[in-house]
């Protein structure tokens, strides 16, 4: 079998065709200055994949490492792909307050925002670490612990900072499944990001945690397709060689779902481009 990383998507079954890829970390997950010698991979990655758009959005912690003259640079000498500045903003109640007034400081610089709940009531860690995190469910509620945590997406969205909802039902990540119904806790939070026109990313990232699905589930998916907010696609790679991963069963979710564009940020402005011919 061949893995996803290394299949072209014009391989990809089915008709729809994946161009980019909105949600990735050059930077991994500690601070690591943009130079060429950091980015360059992620451009060859691209063009080997067949895609002709992608955004940085390292997480926001690290923004002391974004140079916006490098990724000039680099869009010089990749003048066939689209390469978009962005930024994962987080709930951080640490170092979030400073991620903040750096997005609003460098806002006009910045093509494309990202709002991520990564905390929940402990501020000292992610509870999407795996395995460690899961810690964070243990003996808990977990309808209240997802009631929360829309909660926390919501009070994202009304930040006005972000242009996209990242992995929206990442609460999921370690399998835990709500008793009731949260639909309603759902439509509420997908109403809110329709009323600011925000955008959600479909991820393929569940599909490398225990939880082993697609971000959002298909319900949110339906659910979002009613209300017409758009779509961006992304791998949340945190190596180069992670970029598009899964992107061939991607395809097919975006075909079974009818979806026939995929948008792309400018400068914070929109454009939907289509991938499905349907
Ligand atoms: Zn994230
Ligand atoms: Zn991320």
């Given at each position: 079998m061949i893995s996803s990383a290394t299949l072209p998507l014009h391989q990809s079954a089915g008709p729809s065709l994946l161009f980019s890829d909105y949600h990735t970390h050059p930077q991994g997950h500690r601070l690591q200055p943009y130079t060429q010698a950091l980015l360059q991979p992620w451009a060859d990655s691209a063009r080997e994949l067949g895609l002709r758009d992608i955004a940085f959005t390292d997480h926001d912690r690290y923004y002391a490492g974004i140079n916006f003259d490098e990724i000039d640079r680099l869009r010089e000498k990749n003048p066939n792909l689209k390469i978009r500045a962005g930024i994962e903003l987080d709930n951080?109640?640490?170092?979030?307050a400073a991620g903040r007034k750096w997005i609003e400081q460098h806002w006009n610089r910045l093509d494309f925002v990202l709002g991520s709940v990564?905390?929940?009531?402990?501020?000292?860690?992610?509870?999407?670490?795996?395995?460690?995190?899961?810690?964070?469910?243990?003996?808990?509620?977990i309808d209240a612990i997802y009631t929360d945590y829309f909660r926390r997406v919501h009070e994202m969205a009304a930040?006005?900072?972000?242009?996209c909802l990242a992995h929206l039902d990442l609460v999921k990540i370690h399998g835990h499944r709500p008793n009731a119904e949260i639909d309603a806790v759902v439509n509420e939070t997908l109403d809110f990001i329709r009323s600011r026109n925000l955008a959600v990313e479909l991820s393929t990232a569940g599909w490398r945690k225990p939880v082993d699905e697609l971000y959002p589930a298909d319900r949110i998916i339906e659910l979002a397709i009613e209300r017409r907010i758009p779509f961006t696609t992304a791998s949340d790679a945190h190596s180069h060689l992670q970029l598009g991963d899964n992107f061939p069963r991607l395809a097919q979710k975006v075909s079974i779902f009818k979806i026939r564009g995929v948008c792309v940020f400018e400068k914070h402005k929109r454009n939907v481009r289509v991938v499905c011919a349907i």
């Open positions: 951080d109640p640490i170092h979030s990564h905390f929940l009531n402990r501020a000292d860690q992610m509870f999407d670490s795996v395995p460690a995190g899961a810690e964070q469910f243990e003996g808990r509620d930040t006005g900072l972000v242009d």
